[in-house]
Nanobody, 125 residues
Framework: LVQLVESGGGSVQTGGSLRLSCAAS????????MAWFRHTLGKEREGVAA???????KYDEPVKGRFTISKDNADDTLYLEMRSLKPEDTATYYC???????????????????WGQGTQVTVSS
């Protein structure tokens, strides 16, 4: 059973940086797609960034140039480096994964099977 555990959330001021991590069990050596989503009360969950096993990436427009997704293929730990954070980045961030052989880094939540519990990111002005 694949389990995803996020860490690294916290509170920062506008312009600050945070690095989120997602430890994945039972995915090692299996082709996969992984992503970060975020959710704020009153809004729909939105895909932030995605990456495939071969390194293809995709970013949502509001985070392009500020967020960087990466993955350690040795243990499938997923990272999200967030810079120049804004109050509108405040949300619960979720790690998602699917064990599939693909080159398509999807930001559609329906393309993911496994989900973490989330980690809170709060950006104050």
């Amino acid at each position: 059973l694949v389990q995803l555990v996020e860490s690294g959330g916290g509170s920062v001021q506008t312009g600050g940086s945070l690095r989120l991590s997602c430890a994945a069990s039972e995915l090692t050596n299996r082709p996969n797609r992984m992503a970060w989503f975020r959710h704020t009360l009153g809004k729909e969950r939105e895909g932030v960034a995605a990456i495939t096993s071969v390194g293809n990436t995709k970013y949502d427009e509001p985070v392009k140039g500020r967020f960087t997704i990466s993955k350690d293929n040795a243990d499938d730990t997923l990272y999200l480096e967030m810079r120049s954070l804004k109050p509108e980045d405040t949300a619960t961030y979720y790690c998602a994964a699917r064990d599939v052989r693909t080159t398509f880094a999807s930001l559609n939540s329906e393309d993911y099977t496994y989900w973490g519990q989330g980690t809170q990111v709060t950006v104050s002005s």
